[in-house]
DNA sequence: GTGATGCTTCGATTAGCATCGAAGCATGAA
DNA sequence: TTCATGCTTCGATGCTAATCGAAGCATCAC
């Protein structure tokens, strides 16, 4: 009965509304200042101080100084998972906050989950890597094959930089809405990133949704080699 | 800030110290009636009736009447994952709730997840069975290969039946102290059924620990392939 | 039937915590 | 320096929810 990590401690700080908001923001992947997060929750500055201090010091949030503003972001890319996770069970029970309509449907084909890509967009690049031998997966740890390499880095990444951060290369992440993996890790990242250079899609401001150019979304088929019909 | 999932009503279920100390109880995979997990939680019967009434409603138990008795476990396997991830987190940030004792130790070495395997020797038993060639990884879908079927069936598992049940054979489920996969699915739990069977190891009474006898330590690492030095 | 056991419902109490106004304290701009 | 902006701390308020005693309602044993 007492073994084992606390659970309770962490889960009633994501069980508060406004908290949950902040860190749904979050996912986003953008570090944003105490105040955004305030306007984000529907909460007085005041009060988000209170809730940002208690998600710092239980870990789930990386603050960041500067200046007079400080802005906060997601300590670690488990957090993420595990928002993930409670996202995939409420979902499940059909706790979805607003009734299903075009923002989630948007959501569902593409969002941006910490940065990287997820949502049908995603699952689909992630399968597409995989069986054509890009990725391997053995055990949790995911790795890049010498031919994933070659294909990565025709795309525009500078793979060596990614190697040389310290962040994992890559990682899965359960999609809430496929239910099934997609690419997290700094890979995840960076592909994500260059797809938003080439202009092939971009982000709304307010919210997760991630929204691809018809000429975006024919080269991404194309790039997962499949046969196009728009 | 109103789009996805509410995260916050499971995670404010799983919050409460109450109703986590239940949660965590029910991960041993038992179903428990009301008053064990009221006397598990340290709580009176009535305080756990109206928290098992809140779980149940919110789709994380499974509840099931006999007699007089009501039995509960928990609804499916994702949110015994979900609990896990949880776990990770807490035990990242060091929020233990007994400081680091001999009770731990053997939790880390070997405790059930929801009737499977978990802990480092779950971890090696899911090793051993990817780098020989049993178990096949694409995405989160994992199969079981032929020679995987013969090897299961020669360790005296009834397959046909398995395959005839309408859960899942194999899944991958996270491990909070080994932070790895461990294999979860009806073959997890067939698996460990086996092994308490051919008394290799046997639970715990009151928690999740599992202990392996000298023997069956040693069968168990044969079975893996691995030479053995006591 | 009677009594015992297991669970649920009701009601009252209490404690914890989210909330915000007001004041304090930095940082940056003029 | 003076003022504005962004965040933190303090204190008071109010609401929510956990808790348990007591009563109610099934089920089982006899």
Redesign the interface.
Known sequence: ?????????????????A???M???LMAGKALTASELAQ???ITLQTASSHLRKLEL???LQPLRQGRHKYFSLANE??A???E?????????G????RPGP??KA?REARVCYNHLAGNMGTRL??SL?SRGFLR????EISLTSSGAIFVQEFGIDLGQLRAGRSRLCR?C?D?SER??HLAGSLGRALFTRIEELGWAARDR????VTFTPHGRAAFNKLLGHQEAI
Chains 1, 2 share one sequence.
């Open positions: 009965m007492k073994d084992g990590p606390d659970i309770a401690r962490i889960a009633s700080l994501i069980g508060d509304p908290r949950a908001n860190l749904t923001a984000e929750a529907g239980g870990g789930l488990e957090v998972q595990t928002l996770a409670l996202m995939g069970l409420a979902a499940n029970v706790l979805l906050r607003t923002k989630d959501l992630f399968d995989v997966l053995a055990d949790d899965r359960l809430w099934r993996s307010e919210s997760r949704v």
